[in-house]
């Protein structure tokens, strides 16, 4: 099992840009496909942006495509977010996710989830 633990989220203006990483521990990140969703308030949580084991091959979902861009670091056990050109709609708690599979754009594509860090966008 993997745990994971995000950080790098705070606050941030209009146009500006947030690094997130999302550090493993307990098994070797390389073992699974990675993810990042995200959650506003009175919202479900949805896909931001997916990589596989290799870090080859990624996936944005439209709303961030463009502007966020998610890699890996196997050798460190950590998956980044680098997040430009910031809206106030960014606003939200982002996840990371962990897939034993293929990891897809599904919450229920993932197997473990970290405890979110919070990402507030001022206008």
């Known amino acids: 099992q993997v745990q994971l633990v995000e950080s790098g989220g705070g606050l941030a203006q209009a146009g500006g840009s947030l690094r997130l990483s999302c550090a493993a521990s307990?098994?070797?990140?390389?073992?699974?496909?990675m993810g990042w969703f995200r959650q506003a308030p009175g919202k479900e949580r949805e896909f931001v942006a997916r990589?596989?084991?290799?870090?080859?091959?990624?996936y944005h979902a439209d709303s961030v495509k463009g502007r966020f861009t998610i890699s890996r670091d196997n050798a460190e056990n950590t998956v980044y977010l680098q997040m430009n050109s910031l809206k106030p709609e960014d606003t939200a708690v982002y996840y990371c996710?962990?897939?034993?599979?293929?990891?897809?754009?599904?919450?229920?594509?993932?197997?473990?989830w970290g405890q979110g860090t919070q990402v507030t966008v001022s206008s």
């Open positions: 996710a962990a897939a034993r599979g293929l990891g897809t754009t599904t919450v229920r594509g993932y197997d473990y």
């Open positions: 307990g098994r070797t990140v390389s073992n699974y496909a």
């Open positions: 990589i596989s084991r290799s870090g080859g091959n990624t």
